[in-house]
């Protein structure tokens, strides 16, 4: 088996690796360039990284002729999504934090040590912890919504969801002696 057929091209076709590689070589300075004046750092080569596997995997929609023009349009449209992304994130955050805490927040003296330890175990966990276990049990949202809020998947959020709560277990444990 060749590399074409590795890599799932036909080479008869003239977009396989070397297609690409040069692709690659006559574009990718100029779209990093493009990708830095729109966002910082390493965002703008995620960008162009990005451009450049939708490019792999679109290859036969690429118009001859026309290649970087298409580059410039992927790479534009990513941007554009990351930058959606970003203001959800930061929309949901300041949801997050004027969010009302729940009324078992203000606890009545009788609550036993255990659930005394609930809010200073909460606000000693790292603030990407503290806001699942939020979102999940004061905005009462999914997993599957949380993921669309924080561009991941649902099962990522599960697992997230998972050792998040383990943490705080462990902190509420500690807190309160046990």
Do not use: C
């Not at 799932?8 to 493009?34: C, H, P, Q, S, T």
């Not at 596997?53 to 298409?70: N, Q, S, T």
């Not at 036993?112 to 330890?117: E, F, L």
């Amino acid at each position: 088996m060749d590399t074409a057929e590795v890599m799932g091209v036909d080479a008869a076709e003239g977009r396989g690796k070397d297609w690409f590689i040069n692709l690659y070589d006559d574009n990718y300075r100029m779209l990093l360039a493009y990708a830095r004046r729109r966002v910082d750092g390493q965002p703008a080569d995620e960008v162009v990284s990005e451009t450049f596997l939708v490019a792999w995997r679109r290859r036969d929609e690429v118009p001859e002729g026309y290649e970087r023009a298409w580059l410039f349009g992927v790479a534009r449209n990513t941007i554009l999504t990351a930058v959606r992304s970003a203001r959800r994130l930061i929309r949901l955050r300041g949801r997050i934090r004027s969010a009302t805490p729940p009324a078992w927040a203000d606890s009545p003296p009788e609550v036993t040590d255990r659930a005394s330890a609930l809010l200073p175990a909460l606000r000693s966990l790292r603030e990407a912890d503290r806001e699942l276990l939020m979102l999940v049990a004061w905005e009462e949202m999914s997993h599957a919504e949380i993921g669309e809020a924080m561009g991941i998947s649902s099962n990522a959020v599960a697992i997230r969801v998972h050792r998040a709560r383990k943490r705080l277990e462990d902190r509420m444990n500690a807190l309160s002696g046990h």
